[in-house]
């Protein structure tokens, strides 16, 4: 028996979000990113997960702040990034909904990159080098990219694979919910962010994805993301059409 057709995504509350880079980190050591070399720059590191901060733009004592985590969007109709790939470096998982990248397909052009409305993809400029003793924890479930390929979030396809390992030992056609969580669910001190199926209409994904206070970055552009964000603030929700690399402020990671 087949398992049945999932489309994973999240909910991130900006409400509840602090900006405390805490996904950042779990993603680049889950996803085995190397520290950036010396002189790389905000346009020329990695990293998976981006954290920007941005305002309503009044004064003292009205002025209020907010972070968005931004990562691959997921896009769920025709994602510019699969259609643009000379290589077919870039696929849609029709089983889950997850845009898929295979480093090993890439040849670095980089059209993705510049298709991307999100800005979530980023180019390894330099093959990866570990600090030392740092080799030694690595994750043995995720391969080291070299230089010259794309890389982007995938939401830890690996840990579904584990997932899917478990249950096929244990004589089950599915997971369970919760034994798929990527690395930045799972790290958030401030539980903001919410991860599972949603297409399940019992999950609490789904429901939350359905609220009023939910919105998707872009939506205007028809991209359908599987990322979903949820704010009681009217101005919050506005900043929604508005490009993420223009957002006023800075990234956490700058901070």
Known sequence: MSAKRAKYGMVIDVDRCTGCGACMIAC???N?????????????GITLMRIYRADN????????????PVSCQQCDHHPPCVSVC???AVEVDAATG????????????????????YHARYFNWWDPVWPEGMERELNPDVSLRMRGVVEKCNLCF????????KAAAEGRAEIIAGEYVPACVEACPAAAITFGDLLDEE???????????????LERLGTGPKVYYTSEREWVRALAEKD??????RTAATD
């Open 28 to 30: 680049a050591a889950e």
């Open 32 to 44: 085995n990113v190397p520290p950036g070399p010396a002189d790389s720059t905000d346009r020329t």
């Open 57 to 68: 733009g009044k004064d003292f004592p009205e002025n209020e702040s907010v972070f968005f």
């Open 86 to 88: 000379p290589q077919n």
């Open 98 to 117: 997850i845009v898929a990248q295979i480093p090993v397909r890439c040849l670095g052009c980089r059209y993705c990159m510049a298709a991307c409305p």
């Open 158 to 165: 690996h840990r579904l694979q584990t997932a899917r390992e």
């Open 203 to 217: 999950s609490e994904v789904h429901r939350l994805s359905q609220r009023g206070e939910s919105f998707r970055l």
């Open 244 to 249: 993420p690399a223009s957002t006023p402020g």
